[in-house]
């Protein structure tokens, strides 16, 4: 069965960090370029960052400079480091392959609050 499984969101206090992965299965991520969205209630799913098959990278504004997307194709893994959190990245976090393959992962919750 192919699947995204993301894992390592949680509550965090502003100014905190966070390291999402998102292990895919069943099919390999190695020639696929990779991005991390996210939907925050009542708003549309947006793109967080890309990485291409070779390690190029591309982010949001809104997360330049506080995220880090990488991927480990041996473990057929994608990681999002994330730093400086503000209020505003709470949302529930996804993976996906680009272009995508057709379903979505359950996501994982990411809390920003004092």
């Known amino acids: 069965q192919v699947q995204f499984v993301e894992s390592g969101g949680g509550l965090v206090q502003p100014g905190g960090s966070l390291r999402l992965s998102c292990a895919a299965s069943?099919?390999?991520?190695?020639?696929?370029?990779m991005g991390w969205y996210r939907q925050a209630p009542g708003k549309r799913r947006e793109s967080v960052a890309v990485?291409?098959?070779?390690?190029?990278?591309n982010y949001a504004n809104s997360v330049k400079g506080r995220f880090t997307i990488s991927r480990d194709n041996a473990k057929n893994t994608m990681y999002l480091q994330m730093n400086s959190l503000k209020p505003e990245d709470t949302a529930v976090y996804f993976c996906?392959?680009?272009?995508?393959?057709?379903?979505w992962g359950q996501g994982t919750q990411v809390t920003v609050s004092s």
């Open positions: 996906n392959a680009i272009p995508g393959w057709g379903f």
């Open positions: 069943g099919r390999s991520i190695s020639i696929y370029a």
């Open positions: 990485i291409s098959s070779d390690g190029n990278t």
